[in-house]
């Protein structure tokens, strides 16, 4: 049964009460001057149910939720709420735009570690418009690898908005360790300062954008330390500490993804390698 906004603007105070499901009650009689003028620009004037009095309703006992459900045991049905609530409501995503930054466990240019990825799922069930930029061996970190750090990506993309960005990454920069960690307040040649001009970029340039900035998992040397000293669960620690500074969502893979390639049984069933998930 449809429900019609214009008619409720018409009738309004005119003893009208709209009621949840879309049915339209009036004690107007079918005589009524507004009702007849009115009922020439309805289409299907048999999805208006008009009621004498209140003992004509037929009304079936409320249902759980205290709602009435059905008139003389018809269900009250408003398809065109229910597809929206199906398109929309049940599937907040759709058509939201994400960008997603990382390393080579993002980069889908390299198929030997698997060919779906964690964001292909948001793609295929969520229906979301994914823009990749995973590169193999980067991290926040500039100047051990050929490729753009993730600052440096971030500052030359030319896109003006995205609904939701996630940044996956830090591994590399724990293992090639080509600069002290630091600590909050630095602004150069430290993890910290790295983390602070990536996350200072994001806040500026794409300011309206959820951020959801994860850790890297643990690998198969994660309780080794690295050249600058530095243990990969203090990079971690880093990570988590400037994005909370920032407000943004954090993800701790580290401690919470139930991936650890130092367990054999672990490694044999969710990794290629002891660094990349299968």
């Given at each position: ?53 209140e003992h ?21 049905r408003d ?32 198929t030997n ?166």
């Amino acid at each position: 049964i449809k429900s019609y906004e214009t008619l409720d603007t018409v009738l309004r105070g005119e003893n009208l009460t709209q009621v949840d499901g879309g049915v339209i009650f009036t004690t107007r009689n079918t005589d009524c001057e507004l009702w007849k003028s009115y009922r020439k620009s309805i289409v299907n004037t048999e999805d208006i149910v008009l009621l004498e009095n209140e003992h004509d309703t037929g009304f079936s006992d409320f249902n759980e939720n205290g709602c009435i459900d059905n008139i003389n045991g018809f269900e009250i049905r408003d398809n065109q709420a229910r597809k929206e609530i199906t398109n929309n409501l049940l599937n907040p995503l759709k058509d939201k735009t994400l960008l997603v930054i990382g390393d080579s466990i993002s980069d889908n240019r390299l198929t030997n570690y698997c060919t779906i990825h964690y964001y292909d799922y948001l793609e295929m069930n969520e229906k979301m418009k994914i823009t990749m930029d995973g590169c193999n061996g980067t991290g926040y970190t500039k100047g051990y690898s050929d490729y753009l750090s993730i600052p440096q990506r971030i500052n030359n993309r030319t896109e003006k908005s995205f609904d939701y960005i996630t940044i996956f990454a830090g591994t590399n920069d724990w293992w090639e360790g080509n600069v002290q960690i630091g600590a909050k307040g630095d602004t150069e040649n430290t993890f910290y300062a790295y983390l602070k001009e990536t996350y200072d970029l994001l806040v500026n340039k794409y300011p309206l954008a959820n951020v959801l900035i994860a850790t890297p998992i643990r690998r198969s040397t994660n309780s080794e330390t690295n050249s600058s000293g530095n243990t990969l669960e203090e990079y971690c620690n880093a990570i988590l500490d400037m994005a909370h500074e920032y407000g943004f969502a954090t993800i701790d893979l580290y401690n919470q993804s139930g991936l650890n390639p130092q367990i054999e049984i672990n490694k044999t069933t969710y990794f290629y390698d002891n660094t990349h998930p299968n």
